[in-house]
Nanobody, 124 residues
């Protein structure tokens, strides 16, 4: 079955960096777009970034553009989110997910499979 496991979260000070990874299994990873979302307490899940099947195209939410970088390694079935210049408002649980074909890839309901998430906390 499809399995996604995020790792790399933690506590970091404002301006610091974290590198999140998502290990995927149980499906043809290299055939699917992948995305990262986040959810802060009391807020809805929001889009962060997505990447095309071969890594050639990426897209970011305005709130993270220029600070976060998404990448993938199809040989290792992993997708990574490098987060730089972190801010307190980046504090959230971060999820990786598998995008459904033919969608925009920016809405949570366009994703079929999700990992359990990893907590990121940025202190001021």
């Amino acid at each position: 079955q499809v399995q996604l496991v995020e790792s790399g979260g933690g506590l970091v000070q404002t301006g610091g960096s974290l590198r999140l990874s998502c290990a995927a299994s149980g499906f043809s990873f290299s055939s699917y777009r992948m995305g990262w979302f986040r959810q802060a307490p009391g807020k809805e899940r929001e889009f962060v970034s997505r990447i095309s099947w071969n890594g050639g195209r990426t897209f970011y939410a305005d709130s993270v553009k220029g600070r976060f970088i998404i990448s993938r390694d199809n040989a290792k079935n992993t997708v990574t989110l490098q987060m730089n210049s972190l801010r307190p408002e980046d504090t959230a649980v971060y999820f990786c997910a598998v995008a459904r074909a033919g969608t925009t890839g920016v809405l949570p309901d366009e994703y079929d499979y999700w990992g359990p998430g990893t907590q990121v906390a940025v202190s001021s």
